[in-house]
C-alpha cells in the first residue's frame, strides 16, 4: 500500500495540518502552521508537487485574513448590499426561492456550482439542487474547464479520468505531447514530471504561442488558433504514412480504426500545414519522436479542449495515442490536465446538468433508481437534465430561463464567454444569491450574498488530476460569522422543508453519504473513508471497497466500454466557429498567467500577487503592434463582434502576427470574456474560449486604470 | 412527404476520383436524405475512389493499398448514392440530356440528368519514343505509367533493391516518384528534357539545389535531353547519345486533361474544358471539375483546386449557397519526398534585381538550400522554399491568408533553420540584478543577493529565505551558480 506521510502525523492538531493548496488540480502538498496572529504555508513532499509549490501557494495564507475578505451575510436594501444577520439572510435567500418556485415552477430556480468546491460541497449542492429545490437547472464552471476532455475520453474509454495514471509514472517517458497545455507557468511543479521527456529530447509542446512550456520544448509546434483539430490529424496521418502505426495493439485493444483513419487519410502534413502553419516536416517529427519513444504520453489541457470543436480535438489527440498504442499501457498513455482545484471531483458528484453522483448520467433508469432510493424520493421526482452552464447563463431571466439563481464557488461575470451578455443577463434576474469567501463580481450583483469558509477553515476531500482522493483539513478556524457552504445548503434545505438529517453540515458525514451513494457508479468512492486518507493511502477512484487499493492506473487490462476495448472515433476538421475578416483581422486567444487564478477573485485580493501581474494586457507582436498604430505599453481597446476588452500593449517577438493573446483573471473593462465567442460545443457543451475574431485600437481613455472595487455600504 | 415535395434532380457524376468523390459527399453533406438530389457516379476505375496524393507512398512502400481508399464500400448505399465502377461514360447528348454508359460486360445503357459533371480528371502523355508503346496502345514490358493505384502497385512490385530505373520526366510527380524508388534501393535515372527539374514550379537555382539534394539519395539526372529509344531488358538511348540501363521505365512526362468526351459533345474545349465561376461548362447543365477543368487562374494538377470546386458546385448544385463562386485557388504546391521540403508558390520568375517586386533570395546549395520570397506592397506573391521546412509552413501561410509579411524579412525566409541567436546563459557575475532567476516565484538576482547578504549562505537557504528553487525546480542550477559566485567573492 502506497502511503506519501508517516502515520505519526494523523492526530494533526488544529493549527497545524498537512493539507493541499487551495488552488489548481495539482493539489501541492503543504503544511499550514498557524502561531499567534500568522499563519504560514510550506511546501511539503507528495508525489504531485515533489516538495514544490509556486507563488500562489506560497502567498495563499494571505487570504484567510485578508482585508477583502467577507465576515457578514450582506442583503440588498434600496439598491445596496448591507450587514445582515445569518437568520435574516438564509430566511430572505428561502423566502424567495420558495416564492419564485411555487410562482413560475421548480424550474425556475437554478444553481451554479464550481470546479474548486470539495466532493462534498459539490455532491450537496446537487442533491440540493434535485431534492430540496426540485430543478433540472444546474451546472458549474466545470463546463468552462474540462467537459471537452470528460466527453472525449468518455467516447474513448468508456470513462473519463483526467489522467489515468499517478503524475510520477510521467517521468519514465521519453517523449510527451503537450497540447495546449502551459504547466510551467500555470502549475510550476508539475513541470518536474516532463524533465524525463525533455531530457531525452521528446519534449513536444503545441501552442500557438511561445509560452514558458513552449520554450522548455524541444519541438514547439505554433499553429493556428483554433486549428488544433487538423494538427492532430495529420500528426496521425504521419504516423500511419510513416508506417508507425501499432497494429497489433489497434487489433486487439480498439475498434473503429478504418473510419478514423479514413478521415485523418484526407489531412495529409502539406495540406494541414497549410491550415495551421505547422511545418510538414515538423508534424512528421513529431509522430516520429512519439512513436520512436520507449513510453510515451499525450496530454491535452485547455488550449485544445476550448473550442466548439473541442471534444472532436481531444477525439483526434486521443485518436493518435491509440494508433501509437499509448492508453492502457504500463508507463505510457493519454492524459488530460485538469485545471481547477476538483475539477475532476467536481464533475463526479451531481452538480453537472446531466449527471448523478459517482459518474452516473441523470438519463440512466437503473442510475436514476439508485439514487432516488438513497436520497429517499421516487425516482420520477428526479428532475431531468438541464441545460448547460452557458445556456442556462444565457436564459436568466428570460421567459424559458432562470429567475432565481444561487451561486457557488463561481464567478461567472468574469468567468463566463460573452461577458457582457452573461452581466446583463444577472441582472435580470428576480433574485441571485451567492456564497463567497470575498466580494467577487458576481457577488456584488447579489442580493444577498453568503460569506463562506476556504480552504484552511474545513476539512473535505478534492479529487486532483490524477484522480486520487485527497484530505484537505481544517488547519485554522475561520473568521467570525462565516459558515462553510455546507451550513448554507442545510440553513436553506431545512427552511424548504426539508428534514435536517437529509442535508449535514459536518464534511465527513456528506462524504459518507457520498460513499454511499457512489458506490457501484463509475467513480465509485465507495472504499474510500476519512481514516485511509489521513493515514496517507493513496487512493485513485474507483475504490469499491475499503479494502480495495485503489485504481491508479484503471486501463491496463481493459478499458471502461463493456466489451474492454477503446474506440477511435472519426472525427475531420471544418475550423472555427468565427473567421477573420476585414473588420476584424485578428485571432483572440485567451489563458493563464502565473500569478493568477482563474476570475482572480481570490489572487486579485493577494498584493504579492497583483505586484507581479497587477493589469491586463494584451500580447501582441510587434508588427502587428505597428500595424494598428500601437507601441509597448500603450493603452489597446481589443474589439470582437461581442465587446471590447481595455488592455496594455505588450509587444512579443514570439507571437504568431495573426495572433494576440488576453489573459482572463481581471476584471470590469479589463475582462477578457467581453470579446470571447459564445458558440459551444454540441457534445460537451464548451464554449470557444480560446479563440474570436478582433480588432485592435487605441484606447482613448485613461490608459492604465486600476480596477475599482465595488465597496460595500 | 407532402403533396408540394418534387423529385430530386438527377446529377450525374462522370469520374470517382478525387474530385468525383468529393462532389457526391459535399453534396450528401448539404442534402443528407436526397430530397433535393439524387446521385449518380460513374468511374472508370474497378475500385473505390482512393487517395491519388498517398500514392507516392505506396510507391515509397509506406503505406499498403487499403489505406488509402476514401471511402468504404458501404459508403454509396449508406449514402444514398448509386455507384457504378468499372463503367464508362462514352457518350453526351446535351439536347435529351443523356449520357451513355457502357458497364462492364454490358452494353450501352442512357442516363438521364438535370445536371451532368464531368471529373474524368486526367492521363498520362506517353511522349513518342520508340519502343515505349505496342501497336495496340498498350505499355511495352517493363514501362509503367505514374497515375493509378494499379500503377503504383506494378511499380512497387518491379522496384526491387537494385533494380536499374529509368523515370522519364522530371516535374513533380517524376521527382516523386524517383524519390520513392531511391528509397527501395533502385538505383534511379531521372530523363528530363528541359535544362532544370520541376522547371514550372521552379525556377532555375531552386531546380540545381534540388537535383544536388536528390543526387544524395543516389539519383542521376539527364537534363536538356529527350528519351530516343527503349529497349525492353535492357535500357533507354538518349537522343544526345547517351544511355540509362533500366529494367524498369517510369513514365512521367506530364498529364493530358481529359477533354474527349467534352470535346465530341461540342463542349468548349482549350487544354481544358473551359468552366466559368460557377464551375458551368458551355453547356450550363454541364459542369466540370477537377484536373480534366480548366478555370482561368487555377493551376492544373492540385487536389486542392479540385476540392474548392467540388465545395462550390456541391452548394450551387444543392442550392446551400446558390451565390457560392469559384474564384481560383492560392495553391502552394509541396513536393512530397522524404528527407527533401520543397515548397513552391505564385510567381517564382521574379528576380532580385525586378522593379516591379521585393525579391529575397538565398542560394546555399552546399546545404541543399534555398529561399525566395516575391513581395508585392508587402504581402507575399511567391516563392520557393527549398530545406528551410519551417518558413516554409510560415511563408505559404501568409501566401494563402494574404496577412502582411513580417519586418524582419530575413528572419521570416530563413525561419528556424538561422542560427538562434547566441543565447548562451549569462554568467551569474554578468547577470542583471533585474533578472528573474526563478519564473515559478518570481525572484530576481538581486533578490538572491539580498538573501545571501543577510545571512542565507545556501542553496537551500537561499530557498527557504526567497522560495527561488521551490516550484519547478528547474533554476536550482543557476541558484547554485550564483551562491558559488557570491561565495567567491567574499
Known amino acids: 500500500m502506497q502511503t506519501d506521510q508517516p502515520a505519526e502525523v494523523q492526530a ?19 503544511s499550514v502552521e498557524a502561531t499567534q496572529g500568522a499563519v504560514t504555508v510550506a511546501p511539503r513532499e507528495f508525489p504531485t508537487n515533489g516538495g514544490g509549490l509556486c507563488q500562489k501557494g506560497w502567498t495563499s495564507a494571505a487570504l484567510l485574513d485578508s482585508p477583502a475578505r467577507l465576515t457578514t451575510p450582506l442583503v440588498r436594501e434600496r439598491g445596496q448590499l448591507h450587514p445582515a444577520g445569518w437568520d435574516e439572510a438564509l430566511d430572505t435567500v428561502a423566502a424567495r426561492l420558495g416564492r419564485i418556485g411555487a410562482e413560475h415552477g421548480a424550474d425556475a430556480v437554478g444553481v451554479f456550482g464550481g470546479g ?11 442533491k440540493f439542487a434535485r431534492v430540496a429545490l426540485g430543478t433540472a437547472n444546474i451546472d458549474y464552471n466545470g463546463r468552462f474547464c474540462m467537459s471537452s476532455a470528460a466527453a472525449a475520453g468518455t467516447r474513448a474509454f468508456g470513462m473519463d479520468r483526467g489522467m489515468p495514471f499517478p503524475v510520477t509514472d510521467l517521468a519514465d517517458a521519453d517523449a510527451i505531447l503537450l497540447a495546449g497545455a502551459n504547466p510551467v507557468e500555470t502549475m510550476p511543479p508539475f513541470a518536474q514530471h516532463l524533465s524525463g521527456a525533455s531530457g531525452c529530447e521528446g519534449l513536444v509542446v503545441v501552442d500557438p504561442r511561445r509560452t514558458p512550456t513552449a520554450a522548455r520544448a524541444n519541438l514547439h509546434l505554433q499553429p493556428a488558433p483554433g486549428t488544433d483539430l487538423a494538427l492532430a490529424l495529420g500528426i496521425l496521418h504521419a504516423a500511419v504514412a510513416e508506417g508507425h502505426l501499432d497494429t497489433e495493439y489497434v487489433r486487439t485493444r480498439t475498434d473503429e480504426f478504418d473510419p478514423a483513419w479514413q478521415q485523418a487519410a484526407s489531412w495529409w502534413p502539406e495540406r494541414v500545414e497549410r491550415i495551421t502553419g505547422v511545418a510538414a516536416a515538423d508534424q512528421r517529427r513529431a509522430a516520429a519522436m512519439l512513436s520512436g519513444a520507449r513510453n510515451a504520453y499525450v496530454l491535452t489541457a485547455r488550449g485544445t479542449e476550448q473550442h466548439a470543436d473541442g471534444t472532436d480535438t481531444v477525439s483526434g489527440w486521443i485518436n493518435l495515442a491509440l494508433a501509437l498504442g499509448l492508453p492502457g499501457r504500463a508507463g505510457s498513455g493519454y492524459g488530460c490536465l485538469t485545471g481547477q482545484g476538483n475539477g475532476q471531483g467536481g464533475r463526479e458528484h451531481g452538480q453537472k446538468s446531466d449527471q448523478l453522483p459517482g459518474y452516473r448520467r441523470i438519463d440512466d433508469a437503473a442510475s436514476r433508481e439508485h439514487v432516488a432510493r438513497q436520497w429517499g424520493i421516487a425516482p420520477d421526482e428526479l428532475p431531468g437534465a438541464g441545460p448547460s452552464a452557458y445556456e442556462l447563463l444565457d436564459a436568466l431571466g428570460t421567459e424559458h430561463g432562470v429567475k432565481a439563481l444561487l451561486v457557488f464557488g463561481s464567478n461567472v461575470a468574469v468567468s463566463a464567454p460573452g461577458a457582457d451578455r452573461v452581466t446583463n443577463r444577472l441582472a435580470e434576474l428576480d433574485f441571485l444569491a451567492v456564497a463567497d469567501i470575498v466580494l467577487s463580481e458576481t457577488a456584488a450583483m447579489a442580493d444577498v450574498v453568503f460569506p463562506v469558509t476556504q480552504w484552511a477553515e474545513e476539512d473535505g476531500t478534492m479529487t486532483n488530476l490524477e484522480g486520487r482522493v485527497l484530505l484537505r483539513r481544517k488547519a485554522v478556524d475561520p473568521p467570525a460569522g462565516v459558515r462553510s457552504d455546507l451550513e448554507v445548503l442545510g440553513g436553506l434545505a431545512t427552511r424548504l422543508g426539508r428534514p435536517p438529517e437529509a442535508f449535514p453540515c459536518e464534511p465527513q458525514r456528506v462524504f459518507d453519504e457520498l460513499r454511499r451513494v457512489s458506490a457501484g457508479g463509475v467513480a465509485d468512492y465507495s472504499g474510500i473513508t476519512y481514516e485511509r486518507l489521513r493515514d496517507g493511502v493513496a487512493l485513485h477512484w474507483p475504490v469499491p471497497d475499503t479494502d480495495h487499493p485503489g485504481t491508479p492506473r484503471p486501463f491496463l487490462d481493459r478499458f471502461a466500454h463493456p466489451d474492454g476495448r477503446a474506440r477511435f472515433v472519426p472525427v475531420t476538421y471544418s475550423g472555427p466557429a468565427e473567421e477573420t475578416d476585414e473588420d476584424y483581422p485578428l485571432l483572440a486567444t485567451t489563458g493563464r498567467l502565473l500569478a493568477h487564478y482563474q476570475s482572480g477573485a481570490q489572487t486579485r485580493n493577494v498584493d504579492e500577487l497583483m505586484a507581479v501581474d497587477g493589469e491586463m494586457f494584451v500580447e501582441v507582436h510587434p508588427d502587428t503592434a505597428r500595424r494598428f498604430d500601437l507601441s509597448d505599453g500603450e493603452a489597446a481597446t481589443v474589439t470582437s463582434r461581442r465587446g471590447t476588452v481595455h488592455a496594455v500593449v505588450r509587444c512579443v517577438a514570439s507571437m504568431r502576427m495573426d495572433t494576440v493573446f488576453l489573459p482572463f483573471h481581471f476584471p470590469d473593462d479589463n475582462r477578457a470574456n467581453l470579446v470571447t465567442s459564445t458558440a459551444l460545443d454540441p457534445v460537451s457543451g464548451m464554449p470557444e474560449f480560446k479563440v474570436c475574431a478582433v480588432r485592435l485600437g487605441r484606447h482613448r481613455g485613461t490608459g492604465r486604470q486600476a480596477s475599482a472595487r465595488q465597496e460595500v455600504a | 412527404m407532402n403533396a408540394t415535395a418534387r423529385r430530386p434532380r438527377k446529377v450525374v457524376i462522370a469520374g470517382y476520383g478525387m474530385a468525383g468523390a468529393r462532389l457526391a459527399e459535399n453534396i450528401r453533406a448539404r442534402d443528407p436524405r436526397g430530397e433535393r438530389l439524387s446521385v449518380t457516379v460513374v468511374g472508370a476505375e474497378r475500385h473505390a475512389a482512393y487517395n491519388r496524393v498517398l500514392l507516392s507512398s505506396v510507391v515509397a512502400g509506406t503505406l499498403p493499398r487499403d489505406a488509402v481508399t476514401l471511402h468504404p464500400e458501404s459508403w454509396a448505399a449508406e449514402h444514398d448514392v448509386t455507384l457504378r465502377v468499372g463503367a464508362t461514360v462514352r457518350g453526351i447528348d446535351t439536347a435529351a440530356r443523356t449520357v451513355s454508359v457502357h458497364d ?20 498520362p502523355w506517353i511522349p513518342p519514343v520508340d519502343g515505349l508503346v505496342h501497336e495496340d496502345g498498350s505499355l511495352a514490358p517493363g514501362v509503367c505509367a505514374f497515375r493509378t493505384l494499379d500503377d503504383c502497385e506494378e511499380i512497387a512490385g ?4 537494385g533494380t536499374p530505373v529509368a523515370v522519364l520526366g522530371g516535374g513533380l510527380l517524376g521527382i516523386e516518384a524517383a524519390r520513392g524508388l531511391a528509397g527501395r534501393g533502385c538505383r534511379v535515372t531521372v530523363v528530363h528534357p528541359h535544362s532544370h527539374v520541376m522547371e514550372r514550379q521552379l525556377d532555375r537555382g531552386a531546380g540545381d539545389v534540388l537535383a544536388g539534394t536528390l543526387a544524395g539519395y543516389g539519383i542521376e539526372f539527364r537534363t536538356g535531353t529527350t528519351a530516343a529509344r527503349y529497349v525492353p531488358g535492357d535500357g533507354v538511348k538518349l537522343d544526345d547519345g547517351g544511355y540509362v540501363p533500366a529494367d524498369l521505365v517510369v513514365v512521367s512526362a506530364g ?15 482549350d487544354r481544358g474544358i473551359l468552366v466559368d465561376d460557377c464551375m458551368r461548362t458551355s453547356d450550363p447543365r454541364v459542369h466540370a471539375i477537377g484536373d480534366c477543368a480548366q478555370h482561368p487562374g487555377t493551376p492544373p494538377g492540385l487536389v486542392q483546386p479540385a476540392w474548392d470546386q467540388a465545395g462550390v458546385l456541391a452548394d450551387l448544385l444543392t442550392g446551400a449557397d446558390s451565390a457560392g463562386r469559384y474564384r481560383g485557388t492560392a495553391a502552394v504546391t509541396r513536393l512530397k519526398a522524404s528527407g527533401v521540403d520543397l515548397a513552391s508558390f505564385g510567381d517564382v520568375g521574379s528576380e532580385p534585381d525586378s522593379p516591379e517586386a521585393e525579391v529575397v533570395c538565398l542560394n546555399d546549395p552546399a546545404r541543399g538550400r534555398y529561399a525566395k520570397l516575391v513581395l508585392r506592397d508587402d504581402l507575399v506573391t511567391g516563392g520557393v522554399l527549398l530545406g528551410v521546412p519551417d518558413a516554409a509552413a510560415n511563408v505559404a501561410h501568409h501566401y494563402t491568408h494574404r496577412t502582411p509579411a513580417p519586418a524582419d524579412r530575413l528572419a521570416f525566409l530563413l525561419g528556424r533553420a538561422l542560427p538562434e541567436e547566441a543565447v548562451r546563459a549569462p554568467s551569474p557575475a554578468s547577470m542583471p540584478g533585474s533578472v528573474t532567476v526563478c519564473e515559478c516565484n518570481n525572484v530576481p538576482k538581486s533578490g538572491l543577493v539580498d538573501a545571501w547578504r543577510r545571512g542565507a549562505r545556501s542553496v537551500a537557504g537561499l530557498a527557504e529565505a526567497t522560495r527561488a528553487t521551490t516550484g519547478c525546480g528547474s533554476c536550482t542550477g543557476l541558484v547554485r551558480g550564483i551562491a558559488d559566485w557570491l561565495e567567491s567573492t567574499e
Request: charged share 15%; glycine share 14%.
Open chain 1, 12 to 30: 494533526a492538531a488544529l493549527g497545524s495540518a498537512r493539507t493541499h493548496c487551495p488552488y489548481c488540480a495539482l493539489q501541492c502538498g503543504m
Open chain 1, 116 to 126: 474548486g468546491l470539495t466532493n462534498e460541497k459539490c455532491y450537496a449542492l446537487g
Open chain 2, 104 to 123: 462492364p460486360g454490358g452494353g450501352p445503357t442512357a442516363l438521364d440528368y438535370d445536371a451532368l459533371v464531368l471529373a474524368q480528371g486526367s492521363s
Open chain 2, 158 to 161: 518491379r522496384a526491387r533493391a
Open chain 2, 255 to 269: 498529364v493530358r486533361p481529359e477533354t474527349g468526351l467534352a470535346a465530341s459533345a461540342g463542349l468548349a474545349v
